[in-house]
């Protein structure tokens, strides 16, 4: 018999609230959760809070921060502690997310040699996804990546600036 994870249920309603447009109540229900089990609470609690606190950030600094400690959580996660929360789950497949946003996070704080790891990473993981909806969004959010990271490629000089 599994018993109601009490802390999930109450992610899943701030998650519901950033859905529904309401941010600031979002962000102050994931406050206070995290207040309750950061730095040692169960670690899918730590992940799943911290990816979506990451997307009610204004400043792109914090929402590193907060991806970060999304990465950082999930490599404490296993796959049995994932199922027990969605029998269809396994954390390798969180893996494509988490490095997607770290890449776009640190596109947007200028740092493209970190923005271009993070989205090799993303793609290593590409195959733990689905192809339903939720995959193929993740697969075409990583090719919009990489061409705009492409855009910055540095250019070989042509033979008329030698």
């Known amino acids: 018999m599994t018993t109601e994870d009490r802390t999930m ?18 962000r102050r229900r994931f406050t206070e959760i995290w207040e309750e089990i950061a730095p ?11 990816h979506y606190m990451a997307d009610l950030q204004q400043d ?3 929402e590193l921060d907060w991806d970060l400690r999304a ?3 999930a490599a404490s996660v296993t796959d049995d502690r ?10 390798r ?3 494509p997310s988490l490095h997607l946003n770290l890449a776009a996070d640190f596109h947007r704080l200028g740092d493209v040699p970190q923005a271009r790891t993070h989205l090799a990473q993303a793609r290593e993981h ?12 993740i697969r075409s959010a990583v090719q919009r990546l990489a061409g705009r990271l492409a855009e910055e490629e540095p250019t070989a000089p042509t033979s008329a600036e030698r």
Do not use: T
Not at 9 to 26: T, W
């Open 9 to 26: 249920k109450r992610i899943e309603a701030a998650i519901a609230l950033q859905h529904a447009g309401d941010a600031d109540a979002a």
């Open 40 to 50: 040692d609470g169960d670690p899918f609690h730590r992940c799943v809070l911290a």
């Open 60 to 62: 792109p600094r914090d």
């Open 71 to 73: 990465l950082d959580a």
């Open 82 to 91: 994932a199922r027990r929360h969605d029998s269809s789950l396994a954390i």
């Open 93 to 95: 497949g969180f893996y």
């Open 126 to 137: 590409l195959d733990a996804l689905h192809d339903d909806g939720y995959g193929q969004g």
